[in-house]
């Protein structure tokens, strides 16, 4: 994977409602047939609640989400908040009992690769879903039962 196609992108406000606006964003975009959009729903979801529990864009900032493809099929999806003291970093095992703070793990468990970058103005966390068919090709190669994928 190396260009992608910008398929759109989406400025939200800062709310608890944000989570909600960038699932139906990323559901009116993405073609099922082509694309892993539940992946995608899902780490978007975690990312823009992140952004939201964690950085100034929860205290009347704006949640920025940008929304590729590749080639493939594959998606690349960016969430760029309004910036935080903190980097976004998954909760480990150590932590295991914790009530919160699984939704970066979710993603690195779900995506093919994300990682975040620092901006002039905030963070970027951005993460990579691989599409259908990639992904059954994979679990197949791992022995891992390609039906019961989503």
């Known amino acids: 994977m190396t260009t992608a196609r910008l398929l759109g992108s989406l400025d939200i406000p800062g709310t608890s409602v944000a989570p909600s606006l960038a699932r139906d964003y990323l559901r009116e975009i993405l073609d099922p047939a ?3 959009v539940d992946d995608a729903v899902l780490c ?3 990312l823009v609640t992140n952004a939201v529990t964690h950085t100034a864009s ?14 493939d099929g594959g998606v690349l999806v ?10 976004p970093v998954p909760v480990r095992l150590a932590e295991e009992m914790s009530s919160h703070g699984r ?11 994300w990682s975040h970058r620092r901006g002039p103005s905030g963070t970027i966390t951005w993460f990579v879903v691989r ?7 994979t679990a197949v190669a791992s ?3 390609a039906g019961a994928m989503g």
């Open 34 to 36: 082509q694309h892993a």
């Open 44 to 46: 978007v979801s975690e």
């Open 58 to 71: 929860g205290r009347g900032g704006k949640v920025h989400v940008s929304v590729a493809e590749y080639a």
């Open 78 to 87: 960016e969430v760029a908040d309004d910036g935080a003291d903190t980097e």
């Open 103 to 113: 939704g970066l793990f979710l993603v690195e468990q779900i995506a093919a690769a």
């Open 131 to 137: 599409p259908p068919d990639r992904r059954r090709e």
């Open 143 to 145: 022995g891992v039962d």
